[in-house]
């Protein structure tokens, strides 16, 4: 499978890169490339356009609600509902409960009704589901609202994304043996972080090393607040394996 980083932004758009969205691709089952979009922050449908055609996404996984993570799901609205060769038929979304009231509230209030014409909202629960040709397990994290990390897994290799999250059991669990795990790191060691939110660049390097992967890609670093190259040495410091800086456009091949 390839992941296509199409923003990596920590908490609000940065200078270089959209809010977090992740695209990831592998043949399914018809031979054609299956597209699963993980989160669909701000600014990120933008850069989907760079690597993908605009209405070739097949599904989407929001892992949790907070505007960073799902705000272009709202402006994807327009593409599938108003093209001129659509309306194109609703594509499967799995989030957390709420999400479509949630979602059309940002859209227009809810004026206009549901956006069911556009997405078929599934919730989601912690265990595995089948998404095309991939296996994706979910588990709750650490973190103010119901959040989901990921694990994907196909042809024997295994993607593991942290979502946001504070250090705990389940993002371990998820990202056991990882070929790639693209792990938070919103915060920067040494300074009164809050308890329960986000992960530091040591805490994503902790759990990368007790969770046995192979490669540890940061992720969700808040360039105005903090410093990439600290959470890259900070990460470094505690786990072995190769260490990056996820960066947008970045491709990876898995
Ligand atoms: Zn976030
Ligand atoms: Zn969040």
């Known amino acids: 499978m390839r992941l296509t980083v199409l923003g990596c932004a920590g908490s609000f758009p940065g200078p270089d890169s959209a809010c977090s969205a992740y695209l990831v691709e592998a043949d399914g089952s018809s031979g054609q490339k299956f597209h699963l979009l993980l989160d ?27 505007p960073d993570h799902v705000l272009d799901a709202c402006n994807y609205v327009v593409v599938r509902r108003y093209a001129p ?24 209030g809810g004026s206009e009704g549901t956006l069911d014409d556009v997405y078929r909202f599934h919730d989601l629960q912690p265990g595995s589901l089948q998404i095309g040709p991939f296996t994706v397990t979910v588990d709750r994290v650490n973190h103010p609202v119901e959040t989901y990390g990921v694990r994907v897994e ?11 999250t504070a250090p705990c059991d389940a ?6 043996d ?26 994503a390097g902790e759990a990368a090393t007790k969770a046995n992967v192979s490669r540890l890609v940061l992720t969700h670093v ?28 970045a491709r990876i091949d898995i």
């Open 154 to 164: 196909h042809g024997g290799k295994v993607l593991a994304y942290s979502a946001d």
């Open 178 to 203: 990882a070929d790639l795990f693209l792990c938070e790191a919103s915060y920067v060691d040494g300074e009164d972080n809050p308890p329960d939110l986000h992960l530091t660049g040591r805490d």
């Open 85 to 108: 060769d659509g309306p194109y038929p609703s594509l499967p979304v799995y989030a957390p409960a709420g999400a479509g009231q949630r979602l059309a509230a940002a859209y227009d």
């Open 40 to 66: 669909f922050g701000a600014g990120s449908l933008s850069a989907l356009q760079r690597y993908a055609s605009l209405t070739s996404i097949d599904a989407i996984l929001l892992t949790h609600l907070h």
């Open 222 to 249: 808040v360039e105005a607040w903090g410093s990439p190259r600290k959470a890259y040495e900070s990460a470094a410091s505690v786990f072995g394996g190769p260490v990056e800086i996820a960066r947008a456009g």
């Open 171 to 176: 993002l371990i669990r998820l990202a056991q």
